[in-house]
């Protein structure tokens, strides 16, 4: 199947300023991108210079299920907030439920520009068939924590790599051990000699709360970096770290490694209290970062336009330095360093060969006036917003359009999900 977008503006992470252009596409892939007014014949997107092309955003950390927990236990600090109000409910979750919930997200995530999100959770298989059947990108692990079954919660883990590891090309599993304060250290080296043995990335929440690593085992003979060192996950083929508030900045350049990616969350942890990932010098010191919302329970919202508005500002007004995190670096990190993070090598740029997952955005709109080929990415990331996104398209298909949904019945998802969150909350 080809498609044709004619006459757009087409900005991505590797762009010194946005280029007009048509861009074809056939099958999952980009075919071409050309300057606009190659392709003067064909069924056509007509962007008639006034639409914007853009990778699709990639959600590089999430628990995609908890669109059925958001407004729970609000205004709580984190550890709180998890033992008094969300572990109680997750105790009630079942698969039908997680894909019920999973589905609401997708929903969510389309209509607001995202074609590849990351996950931990739990019933990943329902989840990585609520994403194939939406045709959602996505890289997906179940969590694991320590106690009894932790090696059945590994083994869990593993065959969800054998079952759905590169299914239909959307899909990459990794092995998620949930943090250094649940998984302890012998499980922890486990996790990781499985990585290699599997080939596989690892997922990890990474000193989130000044609290983390002083909960674990593990603070008593080692640092952070060394147990990530002697656990052997800093060997593992990819290693992606979510939140990373409190690595002290000395220890930066440890993590500036071609193997490991930051995922910043900068609304989540504020909102939970947690505080503000130094972001601005993990980009000094050569970290590779990546932007997340983090689950809609503690977020409370799954638009990343949110969180690339946000992050930039954080920075600037963390450091009190307006120089820092640029509109370019916040959608570099949303767009491309999360596809790569996720293992998706060939995703997040507008680019011949690379794969089809871009949104189309209308700058036909007030809060544009004023744009250019050389501010567009001010432009959205300081003045756009999701409501803006007009079309979303993953391998080559278009999932959401004007409103619509392609591949998924959303009266029937919402009804799910509502039923879902009854059930869950009943006991409460």
């Known amino acids: 199947m080809q498609n044709l977008y004619r006459d757009v503006i087409v900005w991505d992470g590797e762009s010194k300023g946005a280029r007009r252009c048509d861009v074809r596409t056939e099958g999952s892939r980009i075919a071409a991108v050309e300057p606009a007014g190659t392709f003067r014949y064909g069924a056509a997107y007509e962007g008639r210079g006034r639409t914007a092309l853009i990778p699709g955003f990639v959600n590089a950390h999430g628990h995609a299920a908890m669109t059925l927990l958001r407004g729970l236990g ?3 600090p984190l550890m709180e907030w998890l033992q008094q109000k969300i572990w109680p409910v997750e105790n009630r979750l079942n698969g ?29 298989d329902r989840v990585a068939e609520a994403a194939l059947a939406a045709g959602m990108r996505a890289g997906l692990c179940r969590g694991i924590v320590g106690g009894a079954d932790g090696a059945e919660k590994l083994a869990e883990n593993l065959k969800l790599a054998r079952d759905y590891n590169g299914a239909q090309g959307l899909v990459n599993v990794q092995l998620g051990p949930h943090a250094t304060y649940t998984v302890p250290f012998e499980l922890m080296r486990d996790i990781a000699d499985a990585a290699k043995e599997n080939d596989l990335a690892v997922q990890l929440h990474w000193l989130e709360t000044t609290s983390d690593w002083t909960l674990s085992e593990s603070s008593k ?4 970096e060394e147990f990530l060192d002697k656990t052997g996950l800093t060997g593992v083929k990819r290693l992606l770290l979510a939140h990373c508030v409190w690595i002290e900045k000395d220890k930066l350049p440890f993590y500036a490694r071609p193997n490991i990616t930051a995922a910043h969350n900068p609304k989540s942890n504020w909102k939970l209290g947690s505080g503000t990932a130094p972001v601005a010098a993990m980009q000094r010191a050569g970290v590779t970062v990546s932007i997340g919302s983090d689950g809609a329970s503690s977020n409370n919202r799954l638009d990343m336009w949110d969180e690339l508005r946000f992050a930039a500002l954080a920075q600037k007004g963390a450091n009190m330095d307006p120089t820092l995190l640029s509109a370019e670096d916040a959608l570099r990190m949303a767009t491309v360093n999360g596809a790569r993070a996720l293992g998706f090598e060939k995703t997040g740029l507008i680019k011949e060969g690379y794969t089809a997952d871009f949104m189309l955005i209308d700058l036909d709109q007030p809060h544009y006036v004023g744009w250019d080929l050389e501010n567009l990415p001010g432009c959205l990331v300081y003045a756009g917003s999701s409501a803006d996104v007009r079309t979303t398209v993953v391998a080559g298909e278009t999932l959401y359009h004007m409103g619509a949904f392609t591949k998924m019945d959303a009266e029937k998802v919402m009804n799910d999900a509502r039923a879902a969150r009854q059930y869950l909350t009943s006991a409460e």
């Open 221 to 224: 003979s080692m640092t952070p």
């Open 96 to 124: 039908d439920l997680v894909y019920a919930g999973t589905q609401l997200a997708i929903m969510e995530m389309l209509s607001t520009g995202t074609t590849c999100f990351a996950d931990m959770y739990f019933f990943m």
């Open 74 to 76: 609000e205004e709580l």
